[in-house]
């Protein structure tokens, strides 16, 4: 084993000049702005949803997806301020508040669509074009955050990835429903929420060893 | 790039060195020292780097030992963490103070090194002084009571006159006169029996010494 003094030497000699953090909140700024110019470019490729102007005056449609970019908002500020070694881990309950109206919306959704739902009105094709959606938003939004908060890897990996996870799929949920042009049935948001459940369980579980890939060494 | 360029923040001068002595071994002051540290090294000054990493080991082990008791796990922990101060040292904010940013670190190496420790623990045995053994017979305890069996059921097969000799005379390390008054034979008698026991155990001991 390597003694003390012989690690610090060896730290000292490695001690390059690093370029420090710019504070968590305008880092999460430019990740949003990044999911923004995503979501902006698949506009143009994509079509917007049809029905658009006419579900923005819905007030549970407007809430629901407020609710849920809010969360993504929320929960990026979080995981980017609780990836800094000296805050508060108590950080990583700021989407809460939204998190919860957001499954509200959902759960409104279900209750009052659950008869409308009918066998067979999600044709096949849809649903692959939901999930091309779905990869296109999510990969790139995932591969984004996980080199920003890549330090993360030595301090909290599991509660980061968690919350980053939490924002990714908050922001894909929002821009499922602006490009998807279904009605809101009960199968379409359990799909949707269902996907971003997924993607929240798969970064707890995976989050500690994608950070241990990217990490700082 | 220059090492100037990297920071972004207001340029910082170390106002700590004009400060009193007595001002700098407080703990605010102490903490003072190692944020204007770690700002110029992250600027690159390998010097203020190295003061900083020699001050906050100390502290680094006191952090741990309250984890550990053992020293090499202690100072595992130390170095770890202290890898891990080289490897996030960007995400120092100097404008925040220095200490809950290094306990932060340090309880969480601390953290990991115990679950480290719980883990191998449920797969791993110590190996105590009982589980050793050694190439030289003479040196197992548990080998050398085999032998002392094997020799009292020697014993116990010799001849009646030869076996009280040997038991009164080797094990129990009775005079002559004593064992003669007590078994009733002669001095010259016991002698003779004792002689023979002895050649007879040397015979069937070595015999079995071959055996195995």
Redesign the interface.
């Known amino acids: 084993?390597?003694t003390?003094?012989d690690?610090?030497?060896s730290?000292?000699?490695?001690?390059?000049?690093?370029?420090?953090?710019?504070?968590p909140v305008a880092r999460a700024g430019g990740w949003l702005l990044f999911a923004a110019l995503m979501i902006a470019l698949l506009a143009v490729s994509h079509q917007v949803r049809p029905d658009l102007a006419l579900r923005l005056r819905q007030p549970e449609f407007v809430i629901g997806i407020a609710a849920s970019l809010a969360t993504g908002v929320l929960a990026a500020i979080a995981s980017f301020i609780a990836?800094?070694?000296?805050r508060s881990r108590s950080w990583l309950l700021l989407p809460v508040p939204a998190l919860f109206v957001w499954v509200s919306t959902i759960g409104y959704g279900c209750l009052i669509n659950w008869v409308s739902v009918q066998p067979g009105s999600l044709p096949l094709g849809d649903e692959a074009g939901c999930f091309a959606l779905l990869v296109l938003t999510g990969v790139p939004l995932s591969l984004a955050m996980l080199i920003m908060l890549r330090?993360a890897a030595?301090?909290?990996p599991t509660q980061v990835a968690i919350s980053g996870s939490l924002a990714v799929a908050a922001v894909t949920a929002t821009a499922l429903s602006i490009f998807h042009n279904h009605e809101s049935s009960a199968i379409i948001l359990i799909w949707n929420f269902g996907t971003a459940v997924l993607l929240v369980v798969l970064g707890g579980a995976f989050g500690r060893r994608m950070f241990s890939w990217v990490?700082?060494? | 790039m220059s090492p100037t360029s990297h920071n972004r923040g207001p340029d910082l001068t170390l106002v700590a060195e004009a400060a009193p002595r007595s001002d700098r071994e407080s703990p605010a002051g102490r903490e003072l020292d190692w944020s204007i540290y770690m700002a110029r090294a992250q600027g690159g000054d390998r010097e203020a780097y190295r003061r900083l990493l020699e001050d906050v080991t100390p502290y680094l082990r006191s952090i741990a030992a309250r984890h550990f008791r053992n020293s090499c796990d202690i100072e595992d922990v130390v170095q770890e963490a202290l890898l891990t101060v080289h490897a996030v040292r960007h995400t120092y904010d100097p404008a925040r103070p220095f200490g809950p940013w290094l306990v932060a670190i340090a309880n969480r190496r601390a953290v990991d090194a115990l679950r480290r420790q719980g883990r191998s623990r449920g797969r791993e045995l110590t190996l105590e002084t009982e589980h050793e053994t050694f190439a030289g017979p003479q040196a197992n305890l548990a080998e050398a009571a085999s032998d002392g069996r094997v020799l009292r059921d020697a014993v116990e097969q010799l001849p009646p006159g030869q076996r009280d000799a040997i038991r009164m005379l080797k094990l129990q390390e009775m005079s002559l006169k004593e064992a003669a008054e007590m078994s009733g034979m002669t001095v010259a008698a016991l002698k003779v029996a004792t002689h023979r026991a002895l050649k007879s155990l040397r015979k069937v001991l070595g015999r079995q010494d071959r055996r195995t």
Do not use: C, G, Q, Y
């Open positions: 084993m390597i003390t003094p690690l610090i030497e730290l000292v000699a490695n001690a390059a000049p690093v370029r420090r953090l710019r504070p990836s800094i070694p000296d330090h030595l301090l909290a990490s700082p060494h």
